[in-house]
């Protein structure tokens, strides 16, 4: 069975950084498209960034700029690094495998004014 899970959440102030992580059992992550996606509290879940297997990446344009998708096939991982933090930044962040139901539980993002 397919296991993602995410780590590296947290609280910080605006303008800081923080970088998720999304760790998978077995190889999938590193045969797969990969993506991440938030879910602010009361909003839809919201597609964030998206890394193919050979690591083009493309990102919603409210964090062009700010987050970086990347990926490690050995480690079969995939990270978010996101700085500059906004406020409106604040969600649960899930890492999802591309055109599948293979979805982390999320890890929280608090980004504090």
């Known amino acids: 069975q397919v296991q993602l899970v995410e780590s590296g959440g947290g609280l910080v102030q605006a303008g800081g950084s923080l970088r998720l992580s999304c760790a998978a059992s077995?190889?999938?992550?590193?045969?797969?498209?990969m993506e991440w996606y938030r879910q602010a509290p009361g909003k839809q879940r919201e597609w964030v960034a998206v890394i193919t297997n050979v690591g083009g990446t493309s990102y919603v344009d409210s964090v062009k700029g700010r987050f970086t998708i990347s990926r490690d096939n050995a480690k079969n991982t995939v990270y978010l690094q996101m700085n500059s933090l906004k406020p409106e930044d604040t969600a649960v962040y899930y890492c999802?495998?591309?055109?599948?139901?293979?979805w982390g539980r999320g890890t929280q993002v608090t980004v504090s004014s």
């Open positions: 077995g190889s999938i992550i590193s045969r797969n498209v």
């Open positions: 999802h495998v591309y055109n599948t139901d293979y």
